[in-house]
């Protein structure tokens, strides 16, 4: 009999629920929440009201597309930590309402987790070991992976993550929310070496962006004094010298960590890992190391259940599971 689970993320503004069976992704679906932009960012009141309206379609759609039904399941899965609670309490309450009704077992996945192993899911996967450089609004860190369910954070940002130096970055140039994939956008007609920024001098293999977002944001205002055509008259060239900047701080922190390693298997996972500029430098670097490179589709790169689903699917196997009062988390590690 095939090993069929259900899984549910709702850890921030998308409505996530997908279908596994034997491993394979059978439905992802993915509802997401334009209520936000008009904020400028996600109002998390506002995410966890969207997620209570959303999950039950998304449930049915999902089940609908994979060709099973809720007898056919034998596990459901859900992401437990990190996000923002209102939003993860949605999803832990139904997932454990579901458990509970169709007598089944419970499993709670950390998020981070869940986007590493994002590269383990279709036909062409990493061998183990593995690392992965996990980049998103939240979280910036290299992982070590040694099995599906021993992982080990090698470093992580100090300060702000990736994603956000990239939509606070957007919102200093005047970009609409998100910001991130329109910095992507304008990059790809500028010039990168235009306009430089400054690199981070940090020991070992953690980040920080803080000091990039000061300086971008002393950069902008210093030039717009002069001239307040400025952005406007510079922009593609603008956005392509802060794309760089953070795209290099990022793959050559990876890179000094492959070289100690010795680890020529290298992923990349993540809402970033969708940025065109990274994916490019990305694969240039693991070319010069003579490297193997794994980055998820677009699809499995943003939020989305189908990472939980694979998941649980290795916790399953290993006989991992939750018990009901288990309670979701904002924030927690998982190494």
Same mark, same amino acid.
Request: aromatic share 8%; with cysteine.
């Given at each position: ?8 993320e ?8 997908a279908v596994?069976?034997?491993g394979?992704?059978?439905?992802n ?11 400028g960012g ?25 060709g099973l039904?809720?007898?056919s399941?034998?596990a ?18 139904f ?6 009704s169709l ?5 709670a ?13 279709g ?12 980049v998103s609004g ?6 070590r992976?040694d ?10 940002t ?7 130096a990239?939509?606070?970055?957007a ?6 929310y998100?910001?991130?994939?329109l910095?992507?956008q ?16 940090i020991?070992?293999?953690d ?5 990039v977002?000061?300086a ?11 001239d ?5 008259k ?5 956005c392509a010298?802060i794309q760089?900047r953070?795209?290099t701080?990022?793959?050559n922190?990876?890179?000094k960590?492959?070289?100690? /390693? #010795?680890? !020529?298997e +290298?992923?990349?996972?993540? %809402?970033v @890992?969708?940025? /065109? #500029?990274? !994916?490019? +430098?990305?694969?240039?670097? %693991?070319d @010069?190391?003579h ?10 790169c943003t939020?989305?259940?189908?990472m939980?689903?694979?998941?649980a699917?290795y ?10 009062s288990?309670s ?8």
């Amino acid at each position: 009999m095939p090993l069929n689970i259900l899984a549910i993320e709702t850890s921030c503004d998308e409505t996530s629920v997908a279908v596994s069976s034997d491993g394979h992704i059978v439905s992802n679906i993915i509802a997401s929440q334009k209520v936000h932009e008009q904020y400028g960012g996600v109002v998390p009141e506002l995410a966890s009201r969207a997620h209570m309206q959303n999950i039950v379609p998304v449930i049915s759609k999902a089940l609908d597309q994979s060709g099973l039904s809720l007898d056919s399941l034998n596990a459901i899965a859900f992401t437990q930590s990190p996000g923002l609670i209102g939003a993860l309490l949605v999803g832990a309450g139904f997932a454990k309402s579901m458990a509970l009704s169709l007598q089944l077992p419970l499993i709670a996945v950390h998020h981070m987790h869940a986007h590493v192993l994002a590269n383990c899911i279709g036909e062409v996967t990493p061998s183990f070991p593995f690392l992965c450089l996990t980049v998103s609004g939240g979280h910036t860190q290299i992982v070590r992976c040694d099995s599906p369910l021993a992982l080990t954070v090698l470093g992580e940002t100090r300060d702000d993550a990736a994603g956000e130096a990239y939509d606070k970055s957007a919102k200093l140039l005047g970009l609409p929310y998100p910001g991130g994939p329109l910095i992507d956008q304008y990059a790809s007609s500028g010039n990168p070496h235009r306009y430089t920024f400054p690199e981070p001098q940090i020991d070992g293999y953690d980040f920080s962006f803080s000091g990039v977002k000061t300086a971008i944001m002393y950069f902008l205002r210093e030039n717009l004094q002069s001239d307040s055509g400025f952005v406007e008259k510079n922009l593609p060239d603008i956005c392509a010298s802060i794309q760089h900047r953070i795209n290099t701080i990022l793959v050559n922190k990876f890179r000094k960590a492959a070289l100690a /390693t #010795g680890i !020529r298997e +290298l992923c990349m996972a993540g %809402g970033v @890992s969708a940025n /065109t #500029g990274l !994916r490019k +430098l990305f694969r240039e670097m %693991g070319d @010069s190391l003579h490297a193997n490179i794994f980055i998820p589709p677009f699809e499995y790169c943003t939020d989305n259940a189908a990472m939980i689903a694979i998941t649980a699917h290795y916790k399953y196997l290993a006989g991992e599971f939750a018990d009901l009062s288990i309670s979701p988390e904002a924030r927690a590690k998982w190494d």
